[in-house]
């Protein structure tokens, strides 16, 4: 039982680990806590839901066109909404995210109603190991979430482009002097965002039913791992998000189920009076 | 059709409560509560069950005082933190009441919710003139808080709140208690919410879980931001004209076919998130920019000294 449900705990804190990435380097890059993360992965669920649905089209290729969606969504939401509010503060970015989650949310509902939607796939007989139940869904989400991380990884460090996101985050006016554009590294920051949404919304459709709400389901478990980890740090957001989904899973054995959102919620309370920093240490959070 | 306008009239006054205590918290203190439906919802259901108890009044207050209470002890852990952790807390809460609204149905029926809340002034005989009482009533509740935020506002509480939102660390250096004036902002604004929930309650007389969505925190965002923060006359109209173009739009329904009742309340909801977008880019002062106050409003014989 400890066993299934630490794997199980393990598979969700790798979903988690993409939307809490895209919070944790919109917050490093451009300082603002993106409130918009659910919608967007609601977003990309959709999208992927309607290639694989209506269009026949197989998982892997609706995964891609939501990847591509939520990508493009997120740069056009950042040319319109926030490059614009750019100089007016966090608190000001914060609401205007949560308008612009508002919106999305709110466009799903209105095109497919709320009525839960499922993708069209094959049941398959999970697989036994020592144990432990393992569906193809699970070994799909973690395949699909650990070549993230590896490319990830590899852009942020390696890349020019990486390099430039890195120095943008630490220091934006040197970062201009050197001559990186700023408005041009958001805009990128926002496709890959976007693109880690738009994938995670569609892992999360695989796993549980599709619905106008559910990205807003995830959003304290992605805000709780992003900041466990320390906001603005990537590695730090994938670990978070391990622990937070291991613990969900977890809290099944000590606490009634109803209450497996509350223990996010609790991760984030005990975290911001012990450990503000976060377990691998941010800048700044007290006043 | 009086009937309609009184069930507007009392929405808005029920916005405009929210809207006047979110103003307090956000628009002069500057602390981002994403979790005003919570505090709404405390004081909706704590009006419920105990108002068969003690009666209506005490019932009132206790729900006032427990959404203060809650609120203040919120601040207290998370307002010494950066905004964008208070925003994350809150929203937090506003999803744990919601938990145990649901679940804990000993105490609150679940999603059933709770039925046959009497109303004050209900003993005054036929209904119609039970809904016009409840409508002064109403009104009465939001001048009265109107009144009490005004002069908050106005007074040294009100400066040294609006010093502390401009820059916390020049506060702190002149000597203002910034935690404390913070959590005490904080617990006045859930005072009011809870308020507000207790209109909620004995207007509908039913209220269950699903009354309690973040919408309701949007909705308070937008009056804010509508209206001007920190100014709350400009509140009292950005929360009247919002409910106004809210309520207006449902009777689209019956004129446009195309589209059914989800589709109608999904877009008017992001109508309200394009709103607040709009406004913060276009017009960031709102309807009423907060007022400026100078030495002379606060001490009025000062320029005499100094000719």
């Known amino acids: 039982m400890a066993a299934q449900l630490f794997f199980n705990g393990l598979v969700t804190g790798l979903l988690l680990a993409l939307p809490a990435l895209a919070l944790t380097l919109v917050f490093g890059v451009l300082k603002f806590a993106n409130f918009a993360v659910g919608s967007m992965m609601t977003l990309g669920a959709y999208a992927a839901w309607v290639a694989n649905y209506h269009f026949k089209m197989p998982l892997v290729t609706s995964a891609v066109i939501a990847a591509v969606v939520v990508a493009l969504t997120a740069a056009i939401t950042n040319t319109l909404v926030f490059e614009r509010l750019r100089d007016r503060g966090a608190i000001v970015l914060l609401v205007a995210s949560m308008g612009v989650s508002l919106v999305i949310e709110n466009i799903c509902r209105f095109l497919f109603g709320n009525n839960a939607q499922g993708f069209d796939v094959l049941v398959s007989r999970p697989i036994r190991w020592m144990g432990v139940r393992i569906n193809s869904e699970q070994i799909m989400t973690a395949a699909v979430v650990i070549v993230c991380l590896v490319v990830l990884d590899v852009v942020l460090r390696l890349t020019p482009l990486g390099r430039a996101m890195r120095a943008v985050a630490d220091n934006a006016a040197l970062a201009a002097v050197r001559g990186v554009e700023r408005r041009v590294i958001a805009t990128l920051t926002w496709m890959i965002v976007g693109g880690l949404l738009g994938l995670a919304g569609t892992l999360a459709g695989l796993d549980r039913a599709i619905d106008p709400l559910m990205g807003w389901n995830y959003q304290i478990p992605i805000f709780a791992a992003a900041i466990l980890g320390g906001l603005g740090s990537p590695l730090g957001a994938v670990i978070g998000a391990l622990v937070i989904g291991i613990a969900e899973e977890m809290s099944a054995l000590i606490i009634p189920t109803n209450y497996r959102q509350a223990v996010s919620f609790t991760a984030i309370l005990l975290l911001l009076l012990f450990r503000a920093n976060g377990l691998l240490g941010a800048k700044a959070v007290r006043k | 059709?009086?009937?309609?306008?009184?069930?507007?009239?009392?929405?808005?006054?029920?916005?405009?409560?929210?809207?006047?205590?979110?103003?307090?918290?956000?628009?002069?203190?500057?602390?981002?509560?994403?979790?005003?439906?919570?505090?709404?919802?405390?004081?909706?259901?704590?009006?419920?069950?105990?108002?068969?108890?003690?009666?209506?009044?005490?019932?009132?207050?206790?729900?006032?005082?427990?959404?203060?209470?809650?609120?203040?002890?919120?601040?207290?852990?998370?307002?010494?933190?950066?905004?964008?952790?208070?925003?994350?807390?809150?929203?937090?809460?506003?999803?744990?009441?919601?938990?145990?609204?649901?679940?804990?149905?000993?105490?609150?029926?679940?999603?059933?919710?709770?039925?046959?809340?009497?109303?004050?002034?209900?003993?005054?005989?036929?209904?119609?003139?039970?809904?016009?009482?409840?409508?002064?009533?109403?009104?009465?509740?939001?001048?009265?808080?109107?009144?009490?935020?005004?002069?908050?506002?106005?007074?040294?509480?009100?400066?040294?709140?609006?010093?502390?939102?401009?820059?916390?660390?020049?506060?702190?250096?002149?000597?203002?208690?910034?935690?404390?004036?913070?959590?005490?902002?904080?617990?006045?604004?859930?005072?009011?919410?809870?308020?507000?929930?207790?209109?909620?309650?004995?207007?509908?007389?039913?209220?269950?879980?699903?009354?309690?969505?973040?919408?309701?925190?949007?909705?308070?965002?937008?009056?804010?931001?509508?209206?001007?923060?920190?100014?709350?006359?400009?509140?009292?109209?950005?929360?009247?004209?919002?409910?106004?173009?809210?309520?207006?739009?449902?009777?689209?329904?019956?004129?446009?076919?195309?589209?059914?009742?989800?589709?109608?309340?999904?877009?008017?909801?992001?109508?309200?998130?394009?709103?607040?977008?709009?406004?913060?880019?276009?017009?960031?002062?709102?309807?009423?920019?907060?007022?400026?106050?100078?030495?002379?409003d606060v001490f009025p014989r000062a320029n005499e000294r100094t000719p």
């Not at chain 2, 507007?8 to 029920?14: T, Y």
């Not at chain 2, 068969?52 to 209470?69: E, F, K, R």
């Not at chain 2, 933190?81 to 925003?87: F, I």
């Open chain 2, 1 to 296: 059709m009086s009937a309609y306008l009184t069930t507007i009239a009392i929405l808005v006054c029920e916005a405009a409560l929210i809207g006047l205590a979110l103003n307090l918290q956000w628009g002069l203190a500057g602390l981002v509560n994403f979790g005003v439906v919570g505090f709404v919802a405390v004081g909706a259901y704590a009006t419920a069950l105990l108002s068969p108890l003690v009666g209506w009044l005490p019932a009132m207050l206790i729900a006032a005082a427990l959404s203060a209470l809650l609120s203040g002890g919120l601040a207290l852990l998370s307002i010494r933190l950066e905004e964008n952790y208070l925003a994350i807390v809150t929203i937090g809460f506003g999803e744990v009441v919601r938990l145990v609204l649901l679940n804990e149905d000993w105490l609150t029926k679940g999603a059933l919710g709770i039925a046959d809340i009497s109303r004050p002034f209900s003993e005054l005989g036929v209904a119609s003139g039970n809904d016009i009482a409840f409508l002064l009533f109403s009104i009465a509740l939001v001048g009265l808080s109107f009144l009490l935020l005004e002069g908050l506002a106005r007074a040294p509480f009100g400066r040294a709140i609006r010093a502390i939102r401009d820059d916390p660390t020049v506060s702190s250096a002149l000597g203002k208690p910034v935690l404390a004036l913070r959590v005490r902002a904080f617990a006045i604004g859930g005072a009011i919410m809870g308020l507000a929930g207790a209109l909620h309650a004995f207007y509908l007389t039913y209220i269950d879980p699903s009354q309690f969505t973040p919408i309701v925190t949007a909705y308070a965002f937008m009056a804010v931001i509508a209206g001007g923060r920190g100014s709350n006359i400009g509140l009292l109209l950005g929360a009247g004209s919002i409910m106004a173009l809210l309520e207006g739009t449902r009777f689209l329904k019956d004129f446009i076919s195309i589209i059914d009742g989800t589709q109608l309340s999904a877009l008017r909801l992001a109508l309200i998130g394009v709103g607040i977008i709009l406004l913060l880019i276009f017009r960031p002062q709102g309807l009423v920019s907060e007022p400026k106050r100078f030495e002379r």
